[in-house]
């Protein structure tokens, strides 16, 4: 699956993107903010790439012409998701590596992921969060539409092996019920 806006092109994982993951992915400026560790090493990311980002839903994101990588945007369903959701409804994930932060990137991924889950997908709604202190993502899914969920006080984060406050936020399709 490939998915282009104007100036990104998103597309699966491959192996062969391990060295520019962990150019991105070791900055803890990254990982941690979103809920995971800073990665430690090429193989890592190799390992995390097989695991995790290999999963539907999950695109690696791209420049449009140079083919460089600047993150990560797609959907979590089922129990990949960090919270219940009916068989209609996605959860947003999306990270920007530190070098391309400000330029408008994760929105515009995360925009044509959300239109891909409401037109090609059919989903009924989508779910977003972030984790207390995250601006950037909470002005992301505002940008986008998302409305305030509430909050979840403490919600363990495995791979970090902490407790953090979770604020949760959702778009429901045109149409579509309330949630």
Known sequence: ?????DRLLLRPWAVADA??????????AVGPIAGWPPHGSVEESVRIIKDVLSAPGTLCVTLKGSGQIVGCAGFNFGEAASM???????????????????????????QRV???????LGLS????????GNDRSRNVQKK?????RGCVRDVYVKPLGESRDM?????????????
């Open 19 to 28: 060295e520019e993951l962990y150019a991105l992915a070791k900055d803890p």
């Open 125 to 132: 709604g989508i779910w977003g969060g972030y984790y207390e």
């Open 144 to 148: 986008l539409g998302f409305r305030d």
């Open 167 to 179: 604020h949760l936020l959702y778009l429901r399709a045109q149409g579509a019920m309330t949630a």
């Open 84 to 110: 219940e959701l009916s068989e209609d409804e996605g959860e947003l994930g999306y990270w920007i590596g530190k070098p391309f932060w400000g330029r408008g990137y994760a929105t515009e991924a995360a």
């Open 1 to 5: 699956m490939l998915l282009e806006t």
């Open 114 to 120: 959300v239109e891909h889950g409401f037109k090609d």
